[in-house]
């Protein structure tokens, strides 16, 4: 049983593209994030959510929507997609207490050409 | 402005040595740090959390210190394996917030 899982694993798409990422976690913790990791393997944080509610919304082109239609999932939306959005996109989720480590997805490499 | 340094060169020890490795901040107060291992082509897996009165943490055969004066954790790994081998990550969080702030990594390379 995957406990934190995302889809596509790979996406290969063209400039200007909108393209989706999902999330789903069966660990039944309350928060889940999206974090970005560069090419220079830095990973920052863009979204968090608790319980459906955006708690976290770093500095991202609003071009990066978030959706979180329950506590389980939590899906990243990208419209007209840049060669800078090239990276891995991980999901994440952790208990609603920052006592806790997080358990991350195994992320979904995302190239644009 | 707000930093977290970790060794960017790989580290690279023998078999069997304690392999130690350095997370650095500055302009932080956290409340609590936390050490991760990432595997290529694989998502972070959580490792150990400290607290900022805490001054030492320990799961087998790692151990985590926090020197809050010092601004610095340490992250233990003792009689280490070339399974040991992967980019370990810190991260760490202030009081208020639920964002975690990651360090870019150190690679740590096990020789058999």
């Known amino acids: 049983d995957t406990a934190v899982s995302q889809t596509p694993k790979y996406l290969v798409t063209q400039m200007g593209n909108d393209k989706s990422i999902k999330c789903e976690q069966n660990?039944?913790?309350?928060?889940m994030y999206w974090y970005k990791q560069d090419s220079k393997k830095f990973l920052k944080i863009m979204f968090s959510y608790n319980n459906k509610e955006l708690i976290i919304n770093e500095t991202v082109p609003n071009r990066f929507s978030p959706k979180s239609p329950d506590k389980a999932h939590l899906n990243l939306h990208i419209n007209s997609l840049e060669l800078g959005d090239s990276a891995v996109y991980f999901c994440?989720?952790?208990?609603?207490?920052?006592?806790?480590?997080?358990?991350f997805g195994s992320g979904t490499r995302l190239t644009v050409v | 402005s707000q930093k977290i340094e970790q060794n960017s060169e790989a580290l690279n020890i023998q078999e069997g040595k304690t392999a130690t490795l350095t997370c650095n901040y500055t302009?932080?107060?956290?409340?609590?740090l936390q050490w991760y291992r990432q595997d290529p082509g694989r998502g972070p897996v959580f490792l150990l959390l400290?607290?900022?009165?805490?001054k030492e943490k320990r799961k087998e055969r790692l151990k985590v210190t926090f020197d809050t004066t010092l601004k610095q954790s340490l992250f233990h790994i003792t009689a280490s394996q070339p399974a040991d081998s992967a980019t370990y990550l810190c991260?760490?969080?202030?009081?208020?917030?639920?964002?975690?702030?990651f360090g870019t990594g150190t690679r740590l390379k096990v020789l058999a």
């Open positions: 991260a760490l969080t202030t009081s208020g917030t639920y964002k975690y702030i």
């Open positions: 994440a989720s952790s208990q609603t207490d920052y006592g806790y480590g997080y358990t």
């Open positions: 660990l039944g913790h309350d928060t």
């Open positions: 302009n932080y107060s956290p409340a609590y």
């Open positions: 400290i607290r900022e009165n805490e």
